[in-house]
């Protein structure tokens, strides 16, 4: 195995390992079945950034954390729209680092739906990936 197949490889088992810590994954139609949508809708969700999905092995996997029991977590699009980044590494990263402001990562305060922290979110996904003091 050449060298940057090898780091590929590392890259793609650190995701995952990334991935199942914080929850597991959906596959695109496991997404489907639970939202009541078609595939077709799954993948315009994808590509309006109202989903994260991490291509691993030629296949979409969602992280199961945007997900709850009402659908895709309220504002979580909103929030990934905001979000300078095209990498869906870098979103992973995003929702499940822990923020001090906030006392938990920004996914488990979205999760519950908490108006008003959502201020806190919207301007730590502002200044993601920008140089900044606070």
């Not at 195995?1 to 597991?24: C, N, P, V, W």
């Not at 992280?63 to 709850?68: A, E, S």
Request: without cysteine.
């Amino acid at each position: 195995m050449d060298k940057k197949a090898l780091l590929r490889q590392r890259g793609h088992e650190s995701i995952r390992k990334i991935l199942t810590e914080s929850g597991g994954v959906y596959s695109s139609s496991e997404v489907a079945e639970l939202l009541g949508i078609s595939l077709d809708e799954v993948s315009a969700l994808v590509e309006q950034r109202g989903m994260l999905a991490i291509e691993l092995d030629d296949e979409y996997q969602f992280p199961t954390w945007q997900i709850d029991e009402n659908g895709i977590v309220p504002k979580f699009a909103e929030i990934m729209a905001m979000l300078d980044t095209a990498s869906p590494i870098g979103a992973v990263r995003f929702f499940q680092t822990f923020d001090r402001y906030l006392g938990e990562t920004p996914i488990q305060t979205l999760r519950k739906n908490s108006e008003n922290q959502l201020e806190l979110i919207k301007q730590l996904a502002k200044q993601f990936n920008q140089q900044t003091a606070r």
